[in-house]
């Protein structure tokens, strides 16, 4: 229980609350200046994520990867790294998942983990790599993982452009349905929206961050490095080893979240002409839910939901869906700097603790 | 001597913090041209004085009077104002820049749009020369000695025109040899009309120095004494609130096999130049081996040679006879090492972490701690249980986090996790450092008890009396090397003082070979 | 040899939105905040220029829209750097993430008001004709090679190095400078005799707003004539690893981001040999993050960072 506790502290449940309604807010008054009826415009939301049941499931299909892009950011943030390039783990992942998804022939049962794994793998190597320029030679992550989502986007178009292409087509071929990773029967129940795989696999990542963060040894050292590396040295940890570790189980997230992108949505990979932004999301996602693995999964679920709801406002009101990008961005500008949110909670606060002088 | 006028007078001065009450009802006289002592323990509300005098804080009851007019002093700018400078403890300088930029920053003489540097370098160098505090405009911040830092600070109060000086602890940083100047330098600035409030916990200085101490304890006046009708035995027990004994109960040592032996140690520095230079010495199982000196003069890099966090170019350390130069911490803290940090917030915890994962620091990764790769959060409670009662480290559950202790329990703590590990060498570095009478007691005592026991202990401090309250023996350390060994039984203070300022003839005197 | 000084040319206009917005960062950096947004500034500048100079050119302004639109951009590059600028300096939030943030907010308002003002689409009005051309200086844009390649800019170019000689004189000559410094090294000294560190921060931030913007509109009035979600791609990313390698001195920040500026005219002007040809585009598009990630790795050297960068200035820490 006490363990709990550590988790969330008090802030780390009301602060996010609050910050979200101000960024409902935030949108609300934008929208309201450029000449839409916000409260039309989060029904139209509302309605077009719950509304029907291939909405619905294909609004989880939305959240999906944000669970996994949110697990990678918290995971190095825990660890004490700023991990801004899950944009371009995940797109490695995509890329790797694609190309075992095409290019082997083997029973489902080996191919769709093998192609699964090659996505988490090239996230790790990707990451990892940020991770070791860290550790031997001082290199700011941020920078570097920034650096290298621009490379990767660059990549993955010349993968798909050149070397997987379908003839004729914009795109890569599809992955042999041995790949795939729909649920077809549970795809059928609900007008085929795309459900997959993912999604459990999702929830089961979040169970393995907490799991290695706080139950193993490794954990341990994580976070001692996260905290204080300085400590942690003196510990006898190996600091600069933590350091690589963590980027690259950060970054399988990542990659596991862009191979079931492919696998379990698209069964191909387009040529991009602009990062997807999952990896960017994660980022809020990770923030909003403290990271923490339960609230990383609140968080995914409700940018995700935001975001598949914004298409109902944008068809509905031809409100433009940068709305939510806005919000999401406000959302997060509330959560660090929750200065100003503690700002609004001091009343309801102080009134309480007036309550209770006056009844003592 | 008649009474000289008052220049400055705290009326009442009450400050309170979350929990605390820093300064309860103080009240204050100082007289032009007096050197003023403030004397307290760590913690007493010294430095939270001064820094309303200084216009830091604002106090919640009582007023301040300069020159017999009520004042507020609302921040360091009204401060200046009045002719009150303050020489910090930990200098506020910036290290980039030169003496001059540092000594006129925020008063930057100009030459239409630009800084007129020119005349800043001759304006520094006339005050310099009037107060006999010599500093070079010109050079950087970092490339000077701290005891010409301390100078640049003092230069940027008089630069000012302060009128009131406040030291705040400025012997802490500087080696025997700059303390005497930094002596004559106060005694000048005293007969030149200046008023010095000087916060310390030195007695001696004290003695040496000042006109009048006012001694506080948590937070209250306790009396103010004028110095030359005093002594340190009155002072001490005005500060502590009962008597103090300087001694610590030790029977001599009965040393037996060496535990840690070091030879030829080199560790290279910046420039070239070796920050230790060739130290060899040996220390036995139940005997205590102190290393005196003026901080920055090796003592951090030569432990952190010994301990495994730092490369040495040459030599070797071997304890129990294993070498260990050149492995990984783990590796030395296996071996049987013991490690108290000089900084406990940067080393010796992880803040952010419980109590209980901060007690298994050195040895979460081994049984029962860690069972086939996971932790076992019962078996680290139960230690955190037992090594906090068996050391009485207060604090409200071993869940807390190790920030919200008081920096005695901290200590505390991780001394109770290092000399439970049944180490054969301990390493403390200023194990006392921060800490209040009571504790420094504590402290003291299971080292002794550590020693009593057979382990071997090496102590860096730069507190001579508490070298000399448990050293066995003792070495001085100056830029790098060893001035001198020799048995802490004999009293050779001045030697020891020369050598820690590197006067070689100390070390020829006192070396036992 | 003509493509050589197309080269240099074309290096000149790709630098000069670097250039700039390396300027934005040091006085930010320098002032102890670090601005992870410069992208997010960028991007709200370009944005500004485009529409302003689009609307003030439809609004008969001619000739002055350019210039309007370039006033605009500094104007709310300023404005929305105050995001960042009470986050991080009176909220004390971590520094980093609002920058991110700062990118996030800015390209979501950005895109949101184009397709608000221009029926949907994605990108605003084309501005040829109405946005800069190149200015030849005379006489000196007539010397064979060196005319070619140094003196046919466009404006914002001549600006940029006007404001690199400012700013190195501004933060080494000047009271302000010294002042501003020493917040960023050591707010503590700072704020001992009596310099407000919270209002030197505000200015080193505002300041990289408008720096920024600017950037942002030397490439919205001169590269692309329009403003998209393409349009500021990395740049503002790139001059952070200026302003590294520069060692956040803006004369050394300059060269770094010209280097880089290079990198980035190599790949517009790809078919510059044979053998180019045969490379697929998106390896020459990836060049100039390429280069800044071994540069970074190889050559960046001891970091030499203003000292209290990063960290809320606390006075009660002592």
């Known amino acids: ?360 | 001597m008649e009474q000289r006028p008052i220049v400055a007078e705290l009326k009442g001065i009450t400050k309170r913090f979350p929990g605390i009450v820093a300064n309860d009802n103080i009240s204050l006289q100082l007289r032009k041209g007096e050197i003023h002592a403030l004397l307290g323990e760590n913690g007493a509300g010294k430095s939270t004085l001064m820094n309303i005098l200084f216009g830091l804080y604002q106090p919640d009851e009582g007023h301040i009077e300069i020159n017999g007019s009520p004042v507020v002093i609302d921040g360091a700018g009204k401060a200046i104002e009045l002719r009150i400078g303050m020489v910090h403890q930990h200098f506020k300088l910036v290290k980039p820049f030169t003496v001059a930029e540092n000594i006129i920053l925020g008063n930057e003489p100009t030459k239409g749009a630009t800084i007129d540097i020119k005349s800043a370098n001759e304006r520094v160098k006339q005050i310099s020369e009037q107060y006999g505090l010599k500093v070079d405009p010109r050079v950087k911040i970092e490339d000077i000695t701290v005891g010409m830092q301390q100078r640049v600070e003092i230069l940027k109060t008089l630069y000012r025109g302060a009128d009131i000086l406040i030291f705040d602890e400025p012997t802490a940083v500087l080696t025997v040899q700059e303390i005497e100047e930094l002596i004559v330098i106060l005694r000048n600035l005293a007969r030149e009309g200046k008023s010095i409030i000087l916060i310390t916990h030195k007695l001696k200085e004290i003695m040496e120095i000042a006109d009048t101490c006012t001694v506080i304890r948590r937070g209250k006046v306790i009396g103010s004494v004028s110095v030359k009708e005093s002594n340190e035995r009155q002072l001490a027990e005005m500060m502590v609130g009962r008597s103090v004994s300087f001694q610590v109960d030790k029977q001599k040592s009965k040393p037996g096999k060496p535990v840690l032996e070091v030879k030829d140690l080199v560790v290279p520095g910046e420039h070239g130049k070796p920050v230790v230079d060739h130290v060899t010495f040996d220390i036995r199982a139940g005997e205590v081996f102190g290393i005196a000196g003026v901080d920055g003069n090796g003592q951090t890099q030569l432990i952190e040679a010994i301990t495994g966090m730092r490369k040495a170019s040459g030599g070797s350390v071997k304890v129990l006879g294993k070498e260990l130069l050149g492995t990984s911490v783990r590796t030395v803290t296996e071996a049987g090492v013991s490690h108290i940090p000089e900084d406990r917030h940067k080393h010796g915890l992880v803040l952010d972490f419980s109590v209980s994962e901060n007690m298994v620091l050195n040895n979460y990764y081994k049984e029962p701690f860690t069972h086939k790769g996971l932790l076992n959060y019962k078996a680290m409670d139960e230690n955190a249980k037992k090594l906090a009662e068996q050391f009485d480290v207060r604090m409200s559950g071993i869940h807390t986090e190790a920030r919200s202790l008081s920096g005695g329990n901290q200590q505390k703590a991780i001394i109770a996790r290092e000399l439970t590990r049944d180490p054969e060498l301990i390493i403390a570095v200023q194990p006392t450092r921060g800490l209040d009478v009571g504790a420094i007691e504590f402290v003291h005592k299971q080292l002794i008890e550590a020693r009593n026991a057979g382990k071997a202990v090496l102590l860096v401090s730069f507190e001579l009396e508490e070298l000399y309250g448990l050293s066995d023996r003792l070495a001085v350390i100056y830029e790098g090397r060893f001035m001198g060994q020799m048995e802490a039984d004999e009293k050779n203070e001045e030697q020891i003082g020369l050598m820690m300022a590197g006067n070689a003839m100390g070390a020829a005197a006192g070396h036992t070979g | 040899m003509d493509l050589l000084a197309q080269l240099i040319n074309t290096t000149l206009v790709f630098s000069t939105a670097l250039i700039l917005a390396a300027l934005g960062g040091i006085f930010s950096e320098r002032s102890g905040v670090v601005n992870i947004g410069l992208e997010g500034l960028m991007i709200v500048g370009a944005f500004s220029a485009a529409v302003f100079t689009y609307f003030s050119s439809e609004w008969g302004f001619g000739g002055g829209s350019p210039w309007f639109g370039l006033l605009m951009a500094v104007v709310c590059g300023v404005v929305f750097s105050l995001l960042h600028a009470v986050a991080s300096i009176s909220l004390k939030a971590n520094q980093v993430i609002i920058g991110v943030v700062i990118n996030i907010l800015a390209l979501g308002a950005t895109i949101y008001l184009v397709k608000s003002l221009f029926d949907g689409q994605g990108q605003s009005e084309n501005l040829t004709g109405i946005a800069f051309t190149k200015w030849n200086i005379p006489v000196l844009s007539d010397i064979p090679f060196i005319g070619e390649a140094l003196f046919k800019a466009y404006p914002t170019t001549y600006i940029c190095y006007v404001l690199v000689f400012l700013s190195w004189f501004v933060l080494y000559r000047t009271r302000f400078g010294l002042r501003l410094r020493a917040v960023g090294e050591h707010p503590g000294a700072a704020d001992t005799v009596g310099i407000s560190v919270t209002k030197y921060r505000y200015i080193g931030v505002m300041l990289s707003g408008a720096f920024a913007g600017l950037g942002g509109a030397a490439i919205s009035l001169t590269t692309t004539y329009d403003f998209s979600h393409t349009t500021i791609s990395g740049q503002g990313f790139i001059a952070i690893a200026a302003i590294i390698f520069g060692r956040w001195h803006p004369i050394g920040a300059a060269g770094a981001a010209l280097f880089f500026g290079f990198a980035q005219a190599l790949r517009f002007q790809a078919q510059l040999f044979e053998w180019s040809k045969a490379i697929p585009n998106e390896f020459l598009y990836m060049l100039p993050y390429v280069l800044t990630l071994l540069l970074l790795a190889f050559a960046a050297g001891k970091n030499r960072a203003p000292a209290a960068a990063g960290e809320p200035y606390d006075p009660g820490k002592r």
């Open chain 1, 1 to 360: 229980m006490q363990r709990l506790n550590q988790i969330f502290t008090k802030q780390s449940t009301y602060v996010p609350i609050l910050a979200i309604i101000l960024g409902l807010i935030v949108g609300a008054i934008v929208m309201w200046m450029g000449g839409f009826n916000p409260f039309e415009a989060y029904k139209a939301m509302l309605v077009k994520i719950f509304g029907t049941t291939y909405d619905f499931g294909e609004a989880i299909r939305q959240v999906t990867p944000l669970i996994f892009t949110g697990l990678s950011v918290a995971f190095a943030f825990r660890a004490g790294l700023f991990n801004i390039g899950a944009e371009g783990q995940f797109i490695m992942g995509m890329t790797a998942a694609t190309w075992v998804g095409i290019n082997t022939d083997l029973p489902w049962f080996i191919h769709l983990p093998l192609a699964v794994l090659a996505g988490g793998l090239a996230g790790a190597i990707w990451s990892g790599l940020a991770g070791w320029l860290k550790a031997s030679r001082g290199i700011n992550e941020v920078i570097s993982t920034i650096m290298l989502n621009w490379i990767a986007y660059y990549f993955a178009n010349f993968m798909v452009r050149v070397v997987m292409i379908e003839k004729g087509q914009n795109r890569s071929q599809d992955v042999l349905p041995s790949a795939s990773a729909s649920i077809d029967w549970l795809s059928a129940l609900m007008d085929n929206a795309r459900v997959h795989w993912g999604t459990v696999i999702a929830l089961l990542c979040s169970g393995i961050f907490y799991y290695i963060l706080w139950k193993t040894r490794q954990g341990y050292e994580l976070r001692a490095s996260g905290h204080n590396a300085d400590a942690a040295f003196y510990a006898g940890i190996n600091v600069k080893g933590s350091i690589v570790k963590a980027m690259m189980i950060s970054g399988a997230f990542a990659g596991l979240g862009g191979a079931f992108e492919i696998l379990g949505v698209f069964k191909s990979m387009a040529v991009m002409n602009a990062q997807p932004g999952y990896g960017f999301d994660g980022i809020a996602v990770s923030l909003l839910g403290g990271n923490n693995p339960f609230g990383i999964v609140f968080g995914a679920i409700l940018f995700g939901f935001l975001s598949y709801g914004s298409q109902g406002m944008n068809f509905e009101l031809e409100v433009p869906n940068e709305i939510i990008r806005i919000v999401i961005g406000s959302v997060i500008f509330f959560v660090a700097s929750h200065g100003i949110v503690k700002w609004f909670l001091k009343p309801f606060f102080k009134k309480r603790r007036e309550e209770k002088k006056g009844a003592a």
